[in-house]
């Protein structure tokens, strides 16, 4: 189906603008018909820069989403959004008149207090570094370490899904299985709740793998995505698994998040 309709949206922040991009974007997947135009507009701090801007979205008659806390910047937003029909949404200033109103507490109106270098800032730092250094089984003294343990077969998301996991501050170990060539002892001396193993269809590792190779310039035809060896390579991840007694995820309908998601929930607490 073609896009024939059209819609510019600008996102408007005196931080970086990741809360206002991803609240847009959460909403415009909705609309698979419509060509969304996104227009960012970082670490805006005065009025006469949120001016110039403000006029660009008229001509344009962009739907203006923004997530200014800095003292009079959403309200000069919204005032002239109302004065110039312009469709707005102000993803901050509710929150927090509702919190100041049920807290007594005056907020800050700071803006990027969530970019502040913190320690959470600083655990996250780490959880990365630990993803990288013990990504691929690298280093198999990291499996006692981790907070989270992946176990999968060949492009399964392992990598991709310790670093989002490393984003939420968990240290993640990830290990490729192999079937001849077993597992480190260390992975047995891992509490099973920790471990996760990863699995997916056949038919759909298989398209994985062949796209892979085509991207490497290879020919796609091969041992590593041939239909039998798949289907042997997850038996083994399967029974694996079993033995461990950990919890079976098959991430071949599930996007990176709605896996580490399941993955969270399922941590002991």
Not at 82 to 92: P, Q, T, Y
Not at 113 to 129: G, T, V
Not at 237 to 254: D, E, F, M, T
Request: net charge negative; proline share 4%; charged share 25%.
């Amino acid at each position: 189906m073609t896009q024939d309709k059209k819609m510019a949206i600008f996102v408007i922040s005196d931080s970086l603008g990741e809360t206002g991009n991803n609240l847009a974007e959460a909403a415009t997947v909705q609309f698979p018909n419509v060509k969304f135009e996104y227009q960012r507009f970082p670490l805006i701090k005065t009025t006469s820069l949120l001016a110039g801007i403000l006029e660009q979205a008229k001509r344009l008659d962009a739907f203006v989403v923004h997530t200014l806390v800095g003292e009079g910047l959403a309200s000069y937003v919204n005032d002239y959004c109302a004065e110039n029909e312009l469709c707005v949404l102000d993803g901050m200033s509710k929150i927090i008149n509702t919190i100041q109103t049920k807290t007594g507490e005056t907020p800050l109106y700071q803006s990027g207090r969530n970019h502040k270098l913190n320690e959470n800032y600083f655990n996250r730092i780490e959880a990365l570094e630990f993803a990288v250094t013990y990504d691929d089984g690298k280093d198999p003294a990291g499996f006692e370490k981790a907070d989270i343990v992946l176990l999968g077969v060949s492009r399964t998301s392992k990598t991709p899904l310790s670093l989002y996991l490393a984003n939420k501050n968990y240290r993640v170990a990830n290990l490729p299985l192999v079937p001849k060539a077993g597992i480190p002892n260390e992975i047995w001396k891992v509490d099973p709740k920790k471990i996760f193993g990863l699995t997916n269809d056949p038919t759909v590792l298989n398209n994985i793998r062949r796209e892979r190779m085509i991207t490497y310039g290879l020919n796609p035809d091969t041992n590593y995505s041939n239909m039998e060896n798949i289907e042997a390579e997850l038996a083994y991840a399967n029974k694996l698994y079993r033995k461990i007694g950990c919890l079976i995820i098959n991430v071949s309908n599930k996007s990176i998040e709605e896996t580490a998601t399941l993955i969270i929930e399922s941590l002991p607490q």
